[in-house]
Structures are given as C-alpha cells and as structure tokens.
C-alpha cells in the first residue's frame, strides 16, 4: 500500500540502452529497474541453496519416486490377486453347473 501512495510502479520496465554507448565512451544508465535488480541480485547471493541442499532435494525426491512405484506395484499385486480369486470363484461356479447338468 505504501508503494502505491508513494507513487512506485508496480512493474519495472525494461531497460533500453542505445547500442553505440560503450564503457569506454562512459555510457552509464542508471534507472530504479536497474537498481533493484541489482540490489536483488547481491541480496539472492545470500538466499542461494548450498549445493549440498539441491543433492538433498534430488535424493528426497528420488525416495518420493520410488515409494510412488512400490505403491503402484503393490496396487498392481492386489488387483493380480483380485482377479485370481474372482477367475477361481468362476471355475468353482462352472463345475458345479456342470456336475448338476
């Protein structure tokens, strides 16, 4: 709220630079985009994850991964067993129609 009654945008514009400005000619552009963009930038150093955390992320993610498969493997084996059970009920039915016929 206090940005928008101080008259901050709310978005940050592009930042244009003519393409014959140069170092050596002292071309320097300054604009409150470029500014806060750098400021976040050296603030987002400090907020990086170490590599040791993106290693624990993956490994946390392959666990999930796997757990999911043997889940879905697990799933699978019930509905193989399901399915032997109901074929064997089936048989047991068709017999004894058979020895009544």
């Given at each position: 709220m206090d940005a928008a009654l101080q008259g901050?945008?709310?978005?940050?514009?592009?930042?244009?630079?003519?393409?014959?400005?140069?170092?050596?000619?002292?071309?320097v552009v300054s604009t409150p985009a470029s500014t806060s963009s750098a400021e976040e930038?050296?603030?987002s150093s400090s907020r990086k994850r170490p590599r040791d955390s993106l290693l624990?992320?993956?490994?946390?993610?392959?666990?999930?991964?796997?757990?999911r498969e043997r889940e879905a493997v697990a799933r699978e084996a019930e509905r193989e067993r399901a399915?032997?059970?109901r074929t064997?009920?089936?048989?047991?039915?068709?017999?004894?129609?058979?020895?009544?016929?």
């Open positions: 901050h945008h709310s978005i940050c514009p592009p930042l244009v630079v003519a393409s014959n400005m140069t170092a050596t000619t002292g071309g930038a050296g603030g624990e992320l993956l490994r946390e993610q392959g666990e999930r991964d796997e757990e399915a032997a059970v064997e009920r089936y048989l047991s039915l068709f017999e004894k129609l058979i020895s009544k016929m």
